[in-house]
């Protein structure tokens, strides 16, 4: 009984911008409560330390300061948090040694950055002149940054409880590497690096609690991706029922992954204190703050081979990588699973080995930014290709071509367990189209047969890189929602999902519109807040269109039924003979016979009377929606750079993208998701790096130095193709879209810079670079 | 992380060395430092001023002279720590004669820097660590020459002048602007070198301020 879709695949105008716009939107920082008291954090400048004491008497001394604790202040209340991810028990063999992050430092530093204390003052002001006062006294600690130097017997340990700093170790093998080997003509083997990145949202984090005692609730603003995980882990640490604890998502300017993070000090700590102290409490990150006590991600080194035949085709792939995770691991193995899950996803490798060696080090704690260890895989994967381009003298997009899954091999069962802990299966693609499309998109033979060599004539440096990815979104394990027509009959969709900027409130209601016969303007959402919803995961893995849009979704059919029912008996009208549009139910070929869905919600809570037994009231279903496994999205990326000879700068003079993430809810918001994705791919290759020296300083903990792409970077033009490939999932189809830009410009622009400069013995290792790097390449290339 | 450097002075060794025990001279070498006190045989406390770029804030420290080896040599340990991070350091001295009548001083160590200076201040520190152990040298240069002129001359007075903070800050700035065309492996060097520069002369300082 399905309405066809009318808004649905739609470019709708968002919603949520009027307010954006006009500066009405309330974030973290705009709320302000009679009586608060501001907190500020003492970070540890020590990367790997043990405590003898920390000494805060001079800040307490300091007037407006309220009160400073240390982790001895916390008393049993202090412990280790629940980790977030559960252990990847699933895969067979897997080794996992549980270490969760400590909410703040209690006897042990374990990278600069850590929490040590927490001042609690009349404003921020003397907050943060007391942390100058906090004296620390310290017995410093050999630290240990690199990856592999972390196993060495001799190397200092994170945690001296484990044998070593290995803080798991996962195998999994589809066909026999060994075989493949075998069968080879060629191996080629590369040793591979990606660099460390932030997050680096325009918002830092933020959390405002206030704890009422006469109505026994305490009320928390904060700006996490999971809103319910973060209030279940406060009530739990409070002793608190769920319903104690609202959880309330203010306008929040950014995630990109690290906001996902709960149990850390400001989620534990600080409603804690101001159950204490019974004054409303407020903290947000500054961004020096941001950057050393803010999760980050990437950093792996892979030892990966690629088995092939003389004509080209792969035989299998083996990987063997290290994974930093920092000094806790409280994310599980989410990363580096999906770097597995996403090395070979774009081709047939009949045989494929993969090993996470995943480590601890002095260094911030690792869980995913956006891409979330999908463009590692897609790194390793795609720089195989090329290295084996070259080995065999073939074109890399006839190497791509000749290798790529088809439309008749989905769904296909990878045998790579994921991070959902399921099989990985890909439900459905037609990758041959999206490589095809770019290529001619771009002008590939073209380029590489005019544009290029006329431009090397002139002393110009171009190339083209052609690039494959896969994007695994909306993993389980489920989300949900209400929607409820009101008496005024508009819409009203609530949920606690968590919204940094994805337009759900555009997009949700999309999906109820078009079930609901009514406005896009006319539906109202509500995310992240669990005193309206109570029931939700949180927004990671691209999930949020196609866990909460299936589920409103569903629940609009429900609550479209409501409707139907209801009214079919007010206007004594079979149901079939009735229509739901503009706002009204009305009999299909009597227009003048009709009732309107707001006079419908007041007639569904009837006020005196009996009801038929089961009677559900209001016009309004809830509805839950889980999928079996992920869907994955794909697509394929072609660029076009220009690089200065004189300053090693770059010029990327086309990008060209097809993307396919199923059914679109709103093309211009997916456009949107990879104008936004592409940006901080291309952020990550060439101007952003997350530097630690040798002693586990962070070197690059400001804007200053820590580079974002600004829009002058960028090329002049996004070039996007789609292609809608439904998944078969889900009743829309809907795939995920929101790491797809960010996981192949790495990969793509490193081939392009080889083109570039058209050296036979340039092979790039790393997925970024630099000017300097680049110059001296084009210092090689001008003598060659 | 290892690093080293020399310095060439323009005259004798024992002049050199003698230099280094006037603490006047080596003051005005060194800004920022705010006050010296001996509290064992070789064992100092230091208070300074440090403003780097964005980070600036009082700084505390220690120092322990060991293997002194007049005029030759010593080892220096130490460090400090103040709202604008910490700094711990271990570096070697050598004054060695050369034929023309000159000195050079060879130093090599290991420094670890750490908190804002480091993830903050690390673009400014090179500029500005490098200026003032670039205009630190220049002044014991022309401190030097002074000396010299007037042991020729006989003369008591020392026709020497400090250079002022104004000075410096121009000479700074002047850096700074060079900075921008150096790579980043020159920089890393600057910054290190200075850093373990500025100890030594406050080590010294100290110790003639104690004796």
């Known amino acids: 009984m399905a309405e066809k879709q009318k808004f649905v695949g739609q470019s709708i105008k968002r919603n949520e911008d009027p307010r954006l716009l006009t500066g009405n939107s309330t974030f973290i920082d705009d709320i302000n409560l009679p009586g608060m008291l501001h907190i500020a954090i003492k970070r540890s400048d020590f990367a790997h330390a043990k405590i003898n004491k920390i000494d805060v008497e001079k800040a307490k001394a300091l007037p407006g300061v309220v009160a400073v604790y240390t982790a001895d202040d916390l008393g049993d209340y202090w412990k280790p948090g629940p980790l977030q991810v559960p252990p990847p028990s699933v895969i067979k063999g897997a080794i996992f040694f549980a270490r969760p992050l400590e909410c703040i430092a209690k006897n042990k530093i374990r990278f600069s950055g850590e929490p040590v204390a927490v001042v609690v003052a009349e404003s921020r002001y003397i907050a943060e002149d007391a942390l100058d006062l906090i004296e620390l006294d310290v017995e410093l600690l050999p630290y240990v940054g690199d990856l592999e130097k972390t196993l060495a017997p001799d190397a200092p340990l994170v945690h001296e409880d484990l044998e070593s700093n290995l803080a798991a170790d996962v195998i999994q093998e589809a066909g026999s590497w060994e075989k493949a080997v075998a069968e080879a003509d060629v191996v080629v083997k590369k040793r591979l690096l990606v660099n460390r990145v932030a997050g680096g949202a325009l918002e830092n984090r933020g959390i405002v609690v206030n704890w009422d005692q006469n109505l026994n609730l305490l009320t928390v603003w904060a700006t996490t991706q999971g809103p319910i995980p973060m209030r279940n882990s406060i009530a739990k640490y409070l002793g608190l029922l769920e319903n104690q604890v609202r959880l309330i998502n203010p306008a929040i300017g950014g995630g990109f992954g690290p906001k996902i993070m709960s149990s850390q000090i400001d989620d534990v700590v600080i409603p804690w204190i101001a159950m204490q102290l019974k004054r409303p409490l407020k903290w947000v990150e500054d961004r020096r703050e941001n950057f050393l006590g803010t999760t980050s991600e990437r950093d792996q080194l892979h030892y990966a081979e690629m088995a092939l035949k003389k004509d080209g085709t792969i035989l299998g792939v083996k990987d063997v990588f290290y994974h930093n995770t920092g000094a806790y691991n409280p994310y599980g193995m989410t990363v580096p699973l999906n770097t597995q899950t996403h090395t070979v996803s774009n081709y047939r490798v009949p045989n494929f080995f993969t090993e996470i060696k995943m480590v601890f080090t002095n260094q911030m704690v690792v869980t995913p930014v956006r891409g979330a260890g999908r463009p590692q895989g897609v790194f390793v994967m795609e720089r195989l290709i090329d290295a084996a381009a070259k080995e065999l003298g073939m074109d890399p997009a006839e190497l791509r071509r000749k290798n790529l899954l088809q439309p008749e091999d989905f769904p296909l069962r990878t045998g790579i367990i994921g991070q959902d802990f399921v099989e990985g299966i890909l439900d459905s693609g037609n990758y041959p189209y999206a490589l095809e499309k770019t290529l001619e998109g771009i002008e590939y033979e073209k380029f590489k047969q005019e544009i290029q060599p006329k431009a090397r004539a002139e002393g110009k440096y171009k190339g083209i890189g052609i690039t494959m990815f896969t994007e695994g979104t909306a993993v389980g394990p489920y989300e949900g929602c209400k929607v409820m027509v009101g008496v005024t009959g508009k819409v009203s969709v609530i949920t606690a999902y968590s919204n940094q900027g994805q337009a759900h409130y555009t997009t949700f209601a999309q999906v109820a519109a078009d079930q609901l016969g009514v406005k896009v303007t006319d539906v109202d959402v509500v995310t992240g807040d669990s005193g309206q919803w109570s029931w939700g995961v949180g927004a990671f893995a691209s999930r949020g269109i196609t866990l909460v849009g299936t589920a409103v979704h569903n629940a609009s059919l429900k609550v479209r039924e409501k409707a139907l029912n209801l009214a079919s008996k007010l206007l004594e009208t079979p149901v079939d003979e009735l229509e739901l549009e503009d706002g009204v139910v009305r009999v299909a070929d009597m227009p003048e016979k009709f009732i309107t869905l707001g006079e419908l919600a007041m007639r569904s809570n009837p006020t005196r009377g009996t009801v038929e037994p089961g009677m559900e009231p209001g016009l309004e279903a809830a509805s839950y929606y889980g999928p079996p496994h992920g869907a994955t999205g794909f697509g394929s990326l072609a660029m076009i750079v220009d690089v200065d000879p004189e300053t090693g700068m770059i010029k990327i003079e086309r990008l060209v993208i097809t993307d396919d993430c199923g059914q679109p809810v709103n093309p211009m918001v997916v456009d949107g998701q990879i104008h936004g994705g592409l940006q901080m791919g291309i952020g990550e290759a060439f101007y952003e790096n997350l530097v630690y020296d040798d002693y586990g300083q962070l070197v690059t903990a400001s804007f200053m130095d820590y580079l974002f792409p600004q829009a002058s970077d960028m090329p002049d033009k996004f070039e996007i193709y789609h292609s809608h490939t439904k998944s078969p999932l889900n009743p829309l189809g809907i795939k995920g879209v929101g790491e797809a830009g960010a996981i192949a410009p790495p990969a793509c622009m490193m081939q392009a810079f080889e083109d570039a400069m058209g050296l036979d013995d340039m092979f790039i290792t790393e997925s970024s670079i630099n000017p300097s790097k680049l110059y001296n390449y084009i210092q090689k290339a001008k003598g060659a | ?211």
């Open chain 2, 1 to 211: 992380m290892k690093i080293e450097g020399t310095h060439v002075f323009n005259g004798p060794r024992k002049a050199v060395w003698d230099m280094f025990y006037d603490p006047n001279v080596l003051a005005s070498a060194l800004p920022g430092a705010q006050k010296m006190e001996m509290v064992n045989e070789n064992e100092y406390k230091f208070d300074m001023n440090v403003r780097v770029g964005p980070v600036s804030g009082a700084f505390s420290g220690e120092m322990q002279l060991e293997n002194v080896v007049e005029p030759e040599s010593l080892t220096l340990k130490g460090g400090g720590k103040g709202a604008p991070g910490f700094l711990n350091g271990i570096g070697n001295v050598k004054f060695k004669e050369q034929e023309d009548n000159t000195t050079l001083m060879e130093y090599e160590g290991e420094v670890n820097i750490g908190g804002a200076l480091a993830s903050v201040g690390q673009r400014m520190i090179d500029s500005v660590a490098k200026s003032m152990i670039r205009t630190g040298f220049e002044t014991l240069d022309k401190a030097l020459a002074a000396r010299l002129a007037a042991k020729e001359t006989g003369s008591e007075v020392v026709d020497f002048k400090a250079p002022t903070e104004a000075q410096f800050a121009k000479e700074v700035a002047k850096d700074m602007v060079k900075m921008d065309n150096m790579s980043a492996e020159t920089k890393l060097v600057f910054y290190i070198v200075p850093v373990v520069a500025v100890i030594i002369l406050l080590a010294v300082v100290l110790k003639s301020c104690g004796a």
